[in-house]
């Protein structure tokens, strides 16, 4: 990592660029690929994965495709539970915890998620919480611990543990809070022995606090947030953001044509996490089957 590049000529001047290391996703993906085919094998019967949507986000449809493909390449049945039309306030809501609830009970279904974000107006916690903790694929459900570990989270991990990146003993700071991303990253790497800071938008000194950490996660969704002031020399970058410009671009977090020439590793966007989030989340959908043999 962080080996010595290429030459760049700037106002007749030379400088040596320190060229970051690029952590791809995808080789890490087809790994997790590949032993969850091999655990697919020695179950002998395919997994059942059940997705709730309510609406019809075209992101969400995105995502969705995503999840089936992925399906279907290793082996898993995936139903789709598509509720496009629903009444603001209680009975919409009833009506996904009761759709919920029959999956709990449907002995054929190995695991289930809820397409975030629902529409406005719906109590995601209550409705993420109907779902039982040992069908919980995605690893929101609050029971105080972290018994699956969200996809998103585990995907972080997967990353760094495929380019041999320590975690323990290190200073590790998170941009980001959310249930989805940020809290269940901060958790995990406090959980391989990592000291962690978490900033959001309320901390004052987020820069500073960022830059002398060894690892940095930024998961704040809000493009070119983490400029080089963010960072110093030998810094692992996770770029967890996902934004879309206004020419349509998809980019994440980080002012990458900023960092990259400072820092030691970095994954993109797109092409880093993203490509690990739905094969985390099947690892999380085999655990649990797995679970329920024991």
């Given at each position: 990592?962080?080996?010595?590049g ?24 087809e ?7 091999e ?43 598509k509720?496009e ?12 915890i ?16 809820m ?11 209550k ?12 690893g ?5 611990t ?15 543990d495929?380019?041999?990146i ?11 809070r959310s ?9 995990v ?14 901390t ?26 963010f ?13 879309r ?8 977090d ?9 820092v030691?590793a970095?994954?993109?966007v797109?092409g880093?996490?993203?490509?690990l ?18």
């Open positions: 990592m962080g080996e010595w290429e030459i760049r000529k700037y106002n007749k001047k030379c400088y040596i660029l320190n060229m970051a290391e690029i952590l791809y996703g995808a080789p890490v993906r790994e997790i690929k590949k032993g969850i085919i655990r697919i094998k020695k179950m002998g019967r395919r997994p059942f994965l059940a997705i709730v949507q309510v609406g019809d986000r075209e992101d969400s449809n995105v995502y969705i495709k995503q999840k089936q493909k992925f399906g279907e390449e290793i082996g898993v049945k995936v139903r789709l539970i509720m039309r629903w009444k603001d306030g209680k009975i919409g809501e009833e009506k996904i009761k759709e919920i609830k029959k999956l709990n009970k449907d002995e054929n279904i190995d695991g289930i998620i397409q975030l974000p629902l529409p406005e107006g719906f109590d995601s916690e409705i993420l919480n109907t779902i039982d903790n040992k069908k919980d694929a995605d929101l459900v609050s029971r105080g972290l018994d699956t570990v969200p996809a998103t989270a585990r995907g972080v991990m997967a990353l760094l495929f380019y041999e320590p975690v323990t003993g290190k200073n590790a700071a998170v941009i980001g249930r989805l991303a940020g809290a269940p990253i901060a958790e790497l406090k959980n391989r022995g990592a000291k962690v800071s978490v900033c959001n938008r309320s004052l000194n987020t820069a500073q606090i960022c830059r002398e950490t060894d690892i940095l996660i930024s998961a704040a969704g809000k493009a070119g947030l983490v400029t080089r002031d960072v110093k020399k030998g810094q692992t970058v996770v770029d967890v953001g996902i934004n410009t206004e020419e349509g671009k998809l980019v994440g980080v002012a990458s044509n900023e960092v990259e020439a400072i030691a970095i994954s993109p797109p880093g996490i993203g490509p989030t739905v094969a985390c989340l099947f690892q999380n959908l085999i655990d649990l089957c797995e679970k329920q043999v024991l």
